[in-house]
């Protein structure tokens, strides 16, 4: 490892008393990867910084950001100097930063896996042929995109036997033989991660145009986990499959579904695709899962629904009112379960074993199981509701049957015991990241303005900075937004408590905590939508601006004061 060392200091005219009072503490990342900017900060007015570089910063320009581009540990030593005689310096405080190499090629930093959204990018090609003469058709999906064994997807063999499909890791040889045989121009690839390990899965769709006597359907799950080439399962889209996310879907829109089952002699047929046409941000990449009622089944009263998808909706109910921010617990892993039963794999990073092989988030997502889980239980849910929205697009009601959503989550961001955690400070970063920009510009957002979120939605944001408030109001082309909302300009532009009926909003507010021991965000999102889908709203924008504060957390204790421009 590189050592490397930077001095801060400063030149000055003054009593050698002054130096006992100094404050003294270095704010800086503890990590970086190389070539990332980050901010630099000290809390000693009276003193300069030195780069790892060598260049040196006067105290007026603090916060300063730097960027290191050669991996190695750099150590940062704060000194108050004077001048008597001579220049006298006094070490106040020291700070390493370890520098990373940055991610560049195939894997990720430090040669992990990419991240989800570069996985759903990889390119593969299907070819079929009987490659060791049993009389079946096999059929090779060959990944062409370059990687180290990382836990992502590796080129597989679907070997057929009598009793159907199953994954084979092929050799050198058979791989060389396989990709002999005609490309299987039927067979279409759609990448998604339906087990949530944030390793990309793949679904097949036109098996049978190589194979009749198969599904048409099957989908190829990851390895998820650095070092393994297998795959961790392949499993057909069989009645289960489809009726598990199915139900699931049907109890998001309307949670009595599995209430209303228990009594119905009738219940419905699930069809099945995977739809690639959504605009989701980088989500478009992904091919979401989503089911359509094809039909009705006469069945006998109380079973005419997926058990495991009923374990499945109780055991998320009870995440998100007890539990996700807990760490993977047994609710957890009996969810993952009912995801082993129906769809053949496990879910989260869980193994059969009941043992847990961490899911594939960013480093900072994984600084301990309570971050991590909170982060998987966001996406579960903002995955079900980009589903819902795909599913609900059949059956939308006309605007003046809609119904009224309303969720109201807090964020302690900060403990005021640190010095950066005032009001105005916190208040300067959220307008920094007023909501998950499609952009991801973290330019301080002004009264009035447009701006796209996740998905290229437009919102419109108004500040109100003697109250620390803003509120963000959907515009024309917002996947949520209400066609009966008041037609003046500006419905959301207004005093707290005096926003009209039906004006979509979400309006955030920065102030104390009640004992003051620290500093809070309160959100109030409300506005009307299809029933389908107010159930998958209030649940997924609680965890959205959850996210968006975490970001606001990150940046008051790592990067401490916010620039002002």
């Not at 006067?58 to 300063?64: A, K």
């Not at 009793?163 to 791989?175: D, K, R, W």
């Not at 500040?463 to 003046?488: A, S």
Request: charged share 15%; aromatic share 10%.
């Amino acid at each position: 490892m590189i050592w490397f060392k930077a001095v801060l200091a400063i030149t000055a005219v003054i009593l050698l008393a002054l130096a006992s009072s100094a404050a003294a503490v270095i704010h800086a990342p503890s990590t970086v990867e190389a070539g990332t900017p980050f901010q630099l900060n000290w809390e000693n007015e009276i003193a300069t910084t030195v780069s790892g570089n060598g260049e040196i910063y006067q105290f007026s320009q603090r916060p300063v950001s730097v960027t290191l581009s050669t991996p190695g540990i750099y150590t940062y030593t704060e000194q108050f100097c004077f001048v008597y005689m001579g220049l006298h310096c006094t070490t106040m405080d020291t700070h390493d930063i370890e520098v990373t190499s940055s991610g560049g090629g195939p894997g990720g930093p430090s040669g992990g896996p990419e991240p989800l959204h570069e996985q759903l990018a990889y390119e593969y090609e299907v070819r079929a042929g009987d490659f060791n003469n049993n009389g079946y058709t096999d059929i090779l999906v060959d990944r062409l995109t370059p990687g180290g064994v990382d836990g992502s997807l590796q080129s597989v063999i679907l070997r057929q036997t009598a009793g159907g499909l199953s994954a084979h890791v092929p050799t050198s040889g058979e791989l060389s033989h396989a990709r002999t045989f005609a490309i299987a121009s039927g067979i279409t690839l759609k990448p998604n991660d339906i087990n949530f390990d944030r390793y990309a899965d793949l679904a097949l769709e036109g098996v049978q145009s190589v194979a009749p006597a198969l599904y048409d359907r099957y989908v190829v799950f990851a390895p998820g986990e650095p070092g393994v080439s297998a795959p961790l399962g392949l499993r057909a889209v069989d009645e289960k499959f489809k009726s598990f996310f199915g139900e699931l879907l049907e109890w998001t829109g309307n949670p009595t579904y599995f209430t209303d089952q228990l009594f119905a002699t009738i219940s419905p047929v699930f069809g099945f695709s995977f739809d690639c046409s959504h605009d989701f941000g980088f989500s478009a990449l992904m091919c979401l899962p989503v089911p359509s009622v094809v039909g009705f089944q006469v069945v006998t009263a109380g079973g005419g629904y997926n058990p495991d998808a009923f374990v499945a909706s109780i055991r998320i109910q009870t995440l998100d009112t007890i539990g996700h921010a807990s760490g993977f617990n047994q609710t957890w892993q009996d969810l993952s379960q009912a995801f082993k039963n129906s769809i053949g794999v496990h879910a989260f990073g869980f193994r059969d074993d009941g043992s847990r092989v961490p899911t594939n988030q960013h480093p900072s997502r994984l600084e301990s199981p309570e971050k991590e889980a909170n982060t998987v239980y966001g996406q579960l849910v903002n995955f079900y509701w980009m589903v819902l929205r795909q599913y609900a697009d059949v059956t939308v009601p006309p605007p003046e049957n809609w119904v009224e959503h309303h969720y109201d989550p807090v964020s302690v961001i900060c403990d005021t015991s640190d010095p950066f955690c005032t009001l105005e400070n916190v208040w300067c970063w959220a307008k920094r990241w007023p909501a998950p920009r499609q952009s991801g510009s973290e330019h301080i957002v002004s009264n009035g303005d447009l701006d796209d979120v996740e998905g290229g939605y437009p919102i419109v944001t108004w500040v109100f900075d003697p109250d620390r408030r803003f509120v963000n109001e959907t515009r024309q082309g917002h996947i949520l937004h209400d066609p009966e909302m008041p037609t003046q300009p500006g419905c959301g532009n207004q005093p707290a408590g005096q926003i009209p009926p039906r004006c979509s909003t979400v309006e955030r507010v920065v102030k104390v905590s009640s004992d003051g021991s620290s500093i809070l965000i309160e959100t109030l999102g409300t506005g009307f939508n299809p029933p389908l889908a107010k159930t998958a709203n209030e649940v997924g924008g609680r965890i959205i601006f959850r996210n968006v504060d975490r970001r606001i957390e990150d940046w008051v204790r790592e990067q401490g004061a916010c620039p002002p421009s």
